[in-house]
């Protein structure tokens, strides 16, 4: 997420998310072939549409709007990895997509 790693890559939209749970969708998540990241589930992972909710709620509340365009990042589903330069970090979304990284 863009909280902590200060960073972060956009992929294509998904447009059938609606079946999946959020909460407990696991990520296999590895930095150059290393054991895979644990994965934030259940209770401490957000809900996307509720964390949304919540923000435009507390935008509304301050007078503020989130406008076509603007990106929400519900935060990390698992635990930053450490990486540095050469490493490939590959992530398995299952059936939201891959995503590979070559620092």
Request: charged share 20%.
């Amino acid at each position: 997420d863009n909280g902590g790693g200060i960073g972060f890559v956009f992929g294509d939209p998904v447009t059938d998310w609606q079946h999946i749970d959020f909460q407990n969708h696991r990520i296999d998540l590895r930095v150059s072939g290393g054991a895979p990241a644990d994965n934030f589930l259940g209770d401490m992972r957000c809900v996307p549409a509720e964390a949304a909710a919540d923000l435009v709620n507390h935008l509304a509340h301050r007078g503020e709007v989130l406008e076509a365009g603007h990106f929400i990042s519900t935060g990390a589903a698992s635990v930053p990895q450490p990486f540095g330069g050469g490493d490939v970090v590959h992530a398995d979304f299952g059936v939201l997509g891959t995503i590979e990284l070559r620092f």
